[in-house]
């Protein structure tokens, strides 16, 4: 699947466009009753194999992961060397140009993902890093009923999961969501999950403690923020142990163990 795409460079967009290609789909098939699909989105330079290895060894027996791989791009932040992302970025913050044709791409892309999944199968998107601005991202289209470029957004998500991440196009969410009560209503019913290392040195903690409040203002009431002394730009098992019991009680699932 491609989609068009144009660059950001120097903080404007080039007239050149080009068509990405997705990479590799990987699937953690649940080794219980399916009650829940979650597609988990990786970091900038990383793919879907990766985090499929992670989360395969979760207690959660119930839920199918769908480990998609961003296409590789040219990214500002790196001078314009290519590798995996979901959308081309000149700093990991809310406070640079927001490619929304790379943000509208990759959240359509997570939406048909998800579209197949059976009726009764509850539905989410979690991710690190840049995938973690991806599901963030991602959740305020579902609360608005619209991606940035104003095509409806068809599913309702049940869980987001942002570890280590920021908010992309947050500058513009106020407006949006005031000028939405319908908005401010569905994100009440949309639970969030974020958490942030106190020692992170590629996304500082303030940008994911400045999201989470962009987010609440805009009526994500259920959002829950953490952050983990000491910890940098990467996982551990405790914070993982927290997204698995958070998913468990959401979702409602049975073989959480």
């Given at each position: 699947?491609?989609?068009?795409?144009?660059?950001?460079?120097?903080?404007?967009?080039?007239?050149?466009?080009?068509?990405?290609?997705?990479?590799?789909?990987?699937?953690?098939?649940?080794?219980?009753?399916?009650?829940?699909?979650?597609?988990?989105?990786?970091?900038?330079?990383?793919?879907?194999?990766?985090?499929?290895?992670?989360?395969?060894?979760?207690?959660?027996?119930?839920?199918?992961?769908?480990?998609?791989?961003?296409?590789?791009?040219?990214?500002?932040?790196?001078?314009?060397?290519?590798?995996?992302?979901?959308?081309?970025?000149?700093?990991?913050?809310?406070?640079?140009?927001?490619?929304?044709?790379?943000?509208d791409a990759s959240a359509a892309?997570?939406?048909?993902?998800?579209?197949?999944?059976?009726?009764?199968?509850?539905?989410?998107?979690?991710?690190?890093?840049?995938?973690?601005?991806?599901?963030?991202?991602?959740?305020?289209?579902?609360?608005?009923?619209?991606?940035?470029?104003?095509?409806?957004?068809?599913?309702?998500?049940?869980?987001?999961?942002?570890?280590?991440?920021?908010?992309?196009?947050?500058?513009?969410?106020?407006?949006?969501?005031?000028?939405?009560?319908?908005?401010?209503?569905?994100?009440?019913?949309?639970?969030?999950?974020?958490?942030?290392?106190?020692?992170?040195?590629?996304?500082?903690?303030?940008?994911?403690?400045?999201?989470?409040?962009?987010?609440?203002?805009?009526?994500?009431?259920?959002?829950?923020?953490?952050?983990?002394?000491?910890?940098?730009?990467?996982?551990?098992?405790?914070?993982?142990?927290?997204?698995?019991?958070?998913?468990?009680?959401?979702?409602?699932?049975?073989?959480?163990?």
């Amino acid at each position: 699947m491609s989609y068009s795409h144009s660059n950001i460079s120097s903080g404007s967009r080039s007239s050149a466009r080009r068509s990405l290609e997705f990479g590799r789909t990987h699937v953690v098939r649940p080794k219980g009753k399916h009650q829940a699909t979650i597609v988990w989105l990786h970091g900038l330079g990383d793919n879907g194999s990766s985090s499929s290895q992670l989360l395969e060894t979760l207690p959660l027996p119930n839920i199918k992961w769908i480990c998609p791989t961003a296409p590789t791009r040219p990214v500002s932040l790196l001078g314009g060397f290519p590798c995996t992302a979901w959308f081309d970025v000149g700093e990991f913050s809310e406070e640079g140009p927001d490619d929304w044709e790379g943000l509208d791409a990759s959240a359509a892309h997570i939406v048909n993902l998800l579209s197949a999944e059976p009726s009764d199968v509850k539905v989410g998107i979690g991710g690190f890093s840049m995938g973690a601005a991806m599901a963030l991202y991602s959740a305020t289209c579902c609360a608005l009923g619209k991606y940035g470029n104003g095509v409806p957004y068809p599913i309702f998500l049940r869980a987001v999961v942002g570890l280590s991440g920021w908010l992309p196009g947050s500058r513009s969410l106020r407006n949006k969501f005031e000028a939405s009560h319908e908005a401010t209503r569905r994100a009440a019913s949309i639970p969030i999950l974020q958490f942030h290392g106190t020692a992170d040195e590629v996304v500082a903690l303030k940008y994911g403690e400045k999201s989470a409040q962009t987010l609440t203002s805009a009526g994500f009431r259920t959002l829950v923020f953490k952050s983990q002394e000491g910890m940098g730009h990467y996982t551990i098992p405790k914070e993982m142990n927290e997204v698995c019991s958070w998913l468990n009680s959401r979702l409602g699932l049975e073989g959480y163990r």
